[in-house]
């Protein structure tokens, strides 16, 4: 079976870091993907690794460990307009289904 | 560029009742996907399109028919609707080539409640 891993809720402060985690079992693996999600609104892309390794951009890294099938979201620098869930999906090897995590919930207080 | 569109944005149907959804991109897109997400949940996969004329399941298409008789249109049927069938839909699109085909472009969502 396929699913992803990644913990429902996160809280941080404003101007700090914190660490999305996501582990995912899945049949074939092409790439990690993460998107934020506000609340009432489109999931909207923020980063893809398709190789080991860390990809950044502005505030937000993505890691990516295919031996250890984990992968993590850094947010830097938190603001309070970063609160929202984010996902991370994985797209399976010769399809086209990409599958979601459930999301976590990140909560940036002042 | 409007991006991804979907028609309508609320809907509240009665148990057997039928309704389409409409998703329109403007960039081109060979890929579309319709998703479903309940509270709480993340995305699940309905069906999806690899280009005009094609579609495909994804993780739940039970209950669902789609066609795509144009590339930059993508419709979502419910054919006899059922209240677990309550939640939000986003249509999706995706280029074809390289690294970008794995950014999806999301519609707002249609809220389709069902009684």
């Known amino acids: 079976g396929q699913s992803l891993e990644q913990p429902s809720e996160v809280t941080a402060v404003e101007g700090a870091i914190v660490q999305i985690n996501c582990t995912y079992q899945?049949?074939?693996?092409?790439?990690l993907s993460w998107y934020q999600q506000h609340d009432g609104g489109a999931p909207t892309f923020l980063s893809y690794n398709a190789l080991d390794g860390l990809e950044e951009t502005g505030r937000f890294s993505s890691f990516l460990s295919r031996s250890d099938s984990y992968g993590y979201l850094l947010l830097q620098e938190l603001q309070m307009k970063d609160s929202a869930s984010y996902f991370c999906a994985v797209r399976n090897t010769g399809g086209f289904k990409t599958i979601f995590g459930a999301g976590t919930r990140l909560f940036v207080k002042a | 560029n409007a991006g991804v569109t979907q028609t309508p944005k609320f809907r509240v149907l009665k148990t057997g009742q039928s309704m389409t959804l409409l998703c329109a991109q403007d960039m081109n897109h060979e890929y579309m996907y319709w998703y479903r997400q309940d509270p709480g949940m993340g995305l699940r996969l309905i069906h999806y399109s690899v280009g005009e004329g094609t579609t495909a399941k994804g993780e739940v298409p039970d209950g669902y028919n789609v066609s795509r008789l144009k590339k930059q249109n993508f419709l979502l049927g419910l054919e006899s609707a059922a209240p677990s069938q309550t939640s939000v839909y986003f249509c999706?699109?995706?280029?074809?080539?390289?690294?970008?085909?794995?950014?999806?472009?999301f519609g707002p969502g249609t809220r389709l409640t069902v009684t």
């Open positions: 999706a699109s995706s280029s074809i080539s390289g690294t970008t085909s794995y950014e999806q472009y």
């Open positions: 899945t049949s074939g693996f092409y790439g």
